[in-house]
């Protein structure tokens, strides 16, 4: 890997911020290779021996982004009491270890799932207060007439309480809806309140990323600027 500032290294390691680890140093309790560390100097993380207060740091993680086109009846679960395939037999055993799921689908639902080892993003894309849109594609057993995607717009009362307004639009019997809550089973909750029966939901998009174009079943790897 390439030599960073050791302040950087430090920081990125979980240590400390950027800033304490300045003065860590300047007060003499970092060393790199057993030499007291000075502001501005480098190291690399996977052949120095880098020490805070005599504690050896280690290197910071690499992040691992994919995105999953997720298959119908997978649970998105490392494991499934009932013994149900699970979405992690789709990657291969060297991953199933380093990475989580961010959010959920259930299991008759199909598209876009996000797997990372970064617990920043899966805090951001998990919380309802970041407003991350989540766009759903959901083919119905009737076309949908006015009254109906109004109310879908406006928030319907589910189980789980009272939905924010969606983005919503149709083509005949599929609706697109857009929305930034979590809820159990919501889109298909909101659709169901309004009269329409689902015959399939796809998740096409969440944030930026939309779901490439890979059959159900394979991911891709991603970067987070494509996700945030």
């Known amino acids: 890997m390439t030599k960073v500032r050791v302040q950087k290294l430090i920081s990125e390691a979980g240590v400390a911020s950027r800033r304490k680890a300045e003065e860590f140093i300047k007060s003499g309790q970092v060393s790199i290779n057993g030499h007291r560390a000075k502001l501005g100097d480098l190291a690399d993380p996977m052949l120095d021996k880098v020490t805070v207060y005599g504690k050896t740091i ?127 089973r919501q889109v298909r909750r909101m659709i169901e309140t309004v009269g329409l029966a689902v015959k399939n939901l796809k998740r096409i998009r969440v944030n930026k990323l939309k779901l490439p174009d890979i059959p159900p079943g394979q991911f891709v790897e991603v970067k987070k600027s494509d996700i945030l």
């Open 58 to 184: 280690k290197p910071a993680e690499q992040k691992i982004y994919l995105a999953l086109n997720k298959p119908k009846e997978y649970v998105v679960s490392k494991s499934d009491p009932q013994h149900r395939r699970t979405i992690f037999k789709l990657l291969p055993p060297e991953l199933r270890t380093k990475v989580w799921n961010v959010g959920r689908l259930d299991y008759h639902t199909e598209g876009l799932l996000i797997l990372t080892n970064d617990g920043e993003l899966t805090q951001q894309l998990a919380h309802p207060s970041f407003e991350h849109d989540k766009e759903y594609e959901v083919t119905v057993n009737l076309p949908p007439n006015d009254q109906q995607l109004e109310q879908l717009r406006t928030g319907v009362d589910i189980a789980t309480g009272t939905t924010y307004p969606a983005k919503v639009k149709s083509r005949g019997t599929v609706i697109t809806i857009t929305i930034h809550e979590g809820k159990k």
